[in-house]
């Protein structure tokens, strides 16, 4: 063991490396994804999907699979005990330092030794860094049957001694974090259930992960939303605004579930993006303007419905009003106040109010 050796801190914060690495993903998101789990369960099938979904979504992360890292940094070593333990402790360091570094490390091993990966586990805590034990798990038979590398029928034939699962143990994970069932379950379904986990941990906002949020009411419960439409207080809307309620009702403004409230709408107009949950794209104000006798009528109102042409098309909850800049709106919008623009002269009609609200 090398003695004589100090450790030294960088001046570099892990927020401040997140501002920048995960700049997209709104943060610092480094953590530790450990895949554990028989050969031939799916680990590297999953963990490549993962960074896929993740990278996708502007999350940093990288795959540290079994086989890759023992093509370079632990070519040296074999399956012997020892080299397995030394494995894994070599690949945990590796992980940490990604970690630290503001990426999801996703890491692909069988490591079959309980101990190994609750050194690995201590090694992240320690250092203040989430850990996740997931337990890929698929009975030995079905992986026998995949058998892509044809490890096992070698393993059964005597040629490779030592394999996990015929004649070396594993320890399956008393408390993993997650447990994917690999054999039941398709890939999709699988990264869905590690993304879940991830965001209840707070490594993933909700907004970085939903795809399309529909906001049309359930079909069994259609006749009891009419009915409380019918009593509500009701607004009379306008062509466009009918059209964008059908564009938030379809999902085509995920995350939002209303019209914008003031804190989305200025994010909007400034920054051009949503940031409560993450960073997401977002230039075009989704408002819904109503005149200053309509306000004062309905700011009371836990709940009013949107009526256009007679009829009832939505039901808006928790109002929220304030006031409709408009020649701030249309110079951040369009660079412009001039009111011969066409889009501009309609909207300098509008009266000075608006609202947002949750919408069903």
């Not at 920054?271 to 075009?284: A, K, R, Y």
Request: aromatic share 8%.
């Amino acid at each position: 063991m090398a003695t004589n050796i100090h450790a030294t801190l960088g001046h570099v914060t892990r927020n401040r490396r997140g501002q920048v690495i995960g700049q997209r993903a709104g943060g610092f998101r480094g953590c530790c994804v450990w895949l554990t789990g028989l050969s031939g369960a799916g680990k590297t099938t999953l963990s490549f999907a993962l960074e896929d979904y993740l990278v996708g979504r502007g999350v940093p992360a990288y795959t540290l699979d079994g086989d890759n890292i023992r093509t370079g940094l632990n070519k040296n070593l074999g399956f012997t005990p020892e080299d397995r333990e030394e494995n894994i402790r070599r690949i945990s360091e590796v992980a940490k330092l990604f970690a630290d570094g503001g990426i999801v490390a996703i890491t692909s091993f069988i490591s079959p030794f309980a101990r190994d990966r609750q050194q690995a586990r201590v090694l992240h805590e320690s250092a203040s860094l989430s850990f996740f034990e997931l337990f890929v798990d698929s009975p030995i038979e079905v992986c026998e049957q995949r058998d892509v590398k044809g490890l096992y029928r070698k393993a059964r034939a005597g040629i490779i001694k030592g394999f996990t699962g015929i004649d070396s143990v594993y320890e399956k994970p008393d408390h993993p974090d997650l447990v994917l069932k690999s054999s039941e379950w398709t890939v999709s379904e699988c990264v869905e259930k590690v993304v879940s986990l991830l965001v209840k941990q707070g490594i993933l906002s909700v907004a970085m992960c939903i795809n399309i949020m529909e906001l049309f009411v359930p079909g069994d419960r259609v006749e009891a939303m009419k009915a409380e439409a019918e009593d509500l207080p009701k607004l009379n809307i306008t062509l466009v605004d009918c059209q964008w309620v059908q564009v938030l009702s379809e999902g085509w403004a995920t995350p939002l579930t209303g019209f914008m409230r003031e804190s989305e709408y200025l994010q909007c107009l400034h920054f051009g993006c949503l940031l409560d949950e993450g960073v997401v794209n977002l230039t075009v104000p989704i408002v819904l303007p109503v005149s200053s006798e309509d306000k004062e009528r309905l700011e009371h109102a836990m709940a009013f419905t949107l009526v256009y042409e007679g009829k009832n098309v939505a039901i808006l909850r928790h109002p929220e009003f304030h006031a409709h800049r408009k020649e701030e709106r249309v110079s951040h919008v369009w660079g412009t106040s001039n009111p011969r623009h066409p889009h501009i002269k309609v909207l300098l009609l509008f009266n000075p109010q608006h609202t947002d609200t949750s919408q069903h």
